[in-house]
């Protein structure tokens, strides 16, 4: 089983960490991990429970598991797109504005309360690690993936997803279907019960569009909801063969796909 760890290293001289400091930056990563999950499986409920595999004192190093899922894609989609903010300032795929946010505040604890720097690694089994610290330029770049740059009327498609009632407002989380971003959305009281039958499912959200300075969608604030189809996802290659198996012609399926792919 190739089984995937997650190390959160907050780094600074041993002894001298504030527990504070270390929780903080623990309980905005799974925070991170949870919205990472919930965008990459829309179908399930909840994500699942993370556990500590260890804690080491080389620094303060706090390694993760998941109690149910070994290999696990949640980890690495984290570490690449910080890897992506490192040097652009577009929202990385899976990445919604609450994940860069999330981002930004780990990065305001490096170099305060006695910590130097954040880093997180992917551990699999018989694989090397992979690992991304959280660099000013990560910060930055994240804090300004989140900034609105132009307003207009549009629209965009994908799974309504969480209702947030709280302090007034009436939100909603729309995971967009090209790019699995969380984008936000308001609505007024008189699609509430829209909102409500179409939570789980597709929709094309109408209304005021805010993007980034990359042209990605940030929020909308909703006026009209038309319902979509759900996607079907595509057949595979050995699907399509079972279906027409003169599609590969007289060469194996994966000699098939070598070609295709100018292997």
Not at 201 to 227: H, P
Request: hydrophobic share 40%; aromatic share 4%; proline share 5%.
């Amino acid at each position: 089983m190739n089984e995937s760890r997650l190390e959160v290293h907050v780094e600074g001289r041993i002894s001298a960490i504030p527990a504070r400091a270390f929780l903080e930056v623990l309980r905005t990563s799974l925070n991170v991990l949870d919205q990472l999950e919930r965008a990459e499986n829309l179908s399930t409920k909840r994500p699942g429970k993370w556990l500590i595999a260890e804690l080491r004192n080389e620094s303060a190093i706090a390694v993760l598991r998941r109690e149910d899922v070994a290999e696990l894609q949640t980890p690495s989609r984290l570490v690449d797109g910080i890897r992506q903010l490192r040097h652009s300032q577009e929202l990385p795929r899976y990445f919604s504005p609450a994940i860069a946010l999330g981002l930004a505040k780990i990065g305001a604890h490096i170099r305060q309360e006695g910590v130097s720097g954040v880093n997180f690694r992917v551990t699999k089994t018989n694989e090397p690690p992979v690992e991304e610290h959280v660099t000013a330029s990560v910060v930055a770049n994240a804090r300004a993936s989140i900034e609105g740059a132009e307003r207009a009327i549009g629209s965009v498609s994908g799974v309504l997803d969480v209702i947030n009632l709280r302090r007034g407002d009436r939100k909603v989380s729309l995971y967009d279907d090209e790019t699995r971003h969380a984008v936000r959305c308001q609505f007024p009281d008189t699609l509430f019960n829209t909102v409500k039958d179409a939570l789980g499912r597709r929709v094309r959200a109408f209304g005021e569009v805010t993007r980034n300075r990359q042209g990605q969608i940030l929020s909308v604030k909703i006026t009209q909801i038309e319902m979509l189809p759900d996607l079907v996802p595509a057949p595979s290659v050995d699907e399509l063969v079972g279906i027409a198996p003169w599609y590969t012609g007289d060469k194996p399926t994966d000699e098939y796909l070598r070609w295709t792919r100018h292997e």
